[in-house]
């Protein structure tokens, strides 16, 4: 026995929950932390990169019970992985790194879960889970559209991120609050390989002129949602989604957004009967807000996994 394994409560971890090198275990463990601290294509406020950290600290002051669904969902075993070092030559790079992460995770049975970072990681991570999952569909939570082709001279930046998911599997977005005419004439059209279907938030409202249907109310839009998503799903949360009321700490806040309770309904009836592969919660500029936003982003991760152990019982 090492000697700092009996005295583990004397130490900082550096792991989600704050878990002990006794109880952390990659082998035996069924969720698999990914933190990447990229930012590299952010165009309006700097400071995901440490988006990936203050979750982690924040966990650390989570109680592992969860008083809502009245289970513990940490026994089922939760490895955090080091930090991806950000490869400098570009975004495709970085995608690269962390297709080649959750590919592993996936394939030794473990369900991946990244922590950005800004959106763009997420084109990686459903890259590696499209190859492997045949039926895959991606619940795309988000306030801005991502679905420019190109922007700031690249199609693989943070404002591109839907259009490249959605040449690889279907993709459904809710909370879109922002677009550009380039986005507004993508989601009118069946310009892209799989089917897109876009929410606006709140539910009521739709966009004019396009296939998507308006939901006339919170309910109304789960359902659609859940029907809309194929049975196994990757779920991306950009956590610009919330209301910057409870979520100011990201690079681009949009008002109007989800609320603490919206968004976790939503997540509970997806993952009570689909299949959930991996998920990811993204976007969190720590330094933009106050610490209670890093505790609201740990808070989501852990429930998530909560919900997904929860719904399997």
């Known amino acids: 026995m090492r000697w700092f394994d009996s005295r583990s409560d004397r130490f900082v971890w550096q792991t989600f929950l704050d878990t002990p090198p006794e109880e952390h275990d990659y082998e035996s463990s069924r969720f698999v932390v990914i933190p990447v601290p990229y930012d590299g294509t952010t165009s309006f406020r700097t400071g995901a990169r440490y988006g990936?950290?203050?979750i982690i600290d924040a966990s650390r002051h989570l109680e592992d019970f969860d008083i809502e669904l009245g289970i513990d969902p940490s026994t089922q075993g939760i490895f955090t992985l080091p930090e991806i070092v950000p490869d400098a030559s570009g975004p495709r790079a970085v995608i690269e790194q962390v297709c080649d992460a959750v590919g592993q995770a996936l394939d030794d049975g473990t369900t991946p879960v990244v922590l950005g970072g800004e959106h763009t990681v997420t084109i990686g991570a459903v890259s590696a889970a499209a190859t492997r999952f045949p039926d895959l569909s991606v619940l795309y939570l988000d306030a801005h559209a991502d679905s420019r082709d190109s922007?700031?001279?690249?199609?693989?930046?943070?404002a591109s991120v839907a259009r490249r998911v959605s040449e690889?599997?279907?993709?459904?977005?809710?909370?879109?609050?922002?677009?550009?005419?380039?986005?507004?004439?993508?989601?009118?059209?069946?310009?892209?390989?799989?089917?897109?279907?876009v929410h606006t938030w709140p539910p009521h409202t739709s966009l004019p002129h396009t296939q998507t249907s308006s939901a006339e109310s919170e309910a109304e839009l789960i359902s659609t949602v859940h029907d809309s998503l194929t049975k196994q799903v990757y779920i991306s949360v950009d956590l610009d989604v919330l209301d910057p009321s409870i979520m100011p700490a990201v690079g681009t806040p949009e008002p109007g957004g989800m609320s603490w309770w919206e968004i976790v309904r939503l997540l509970k009836a997806v993952t009570s009967s689909r299949k959930i592969v991996g998920f990811d919660v993204v976007e969190l500029s720590p330094e933009e807000g106050p610490v209670?936003?890093?505790s609201t982003a740990a808070r989501l991760v852990y429930k998530i996994m909560g919900y997904m152990v929860f719904g399997e019982r």
């Open 292 to 294: 209670a936003c890093s």
């Open 151 to 158: 922007f700031m001279g690249t199609r693989w930046g943070h």
């Open 52 to 54: 990936p950290a203050a």
């Open 168 to 197: 690889l599997c279907p993709l459904v977005a809710v909370g879109i609050r922002s677009m550009s005419m380039e986005e507004y004439e993508f989601a009118q059209s069946t310009e892209s390989a799989n089917e897109v279907t």
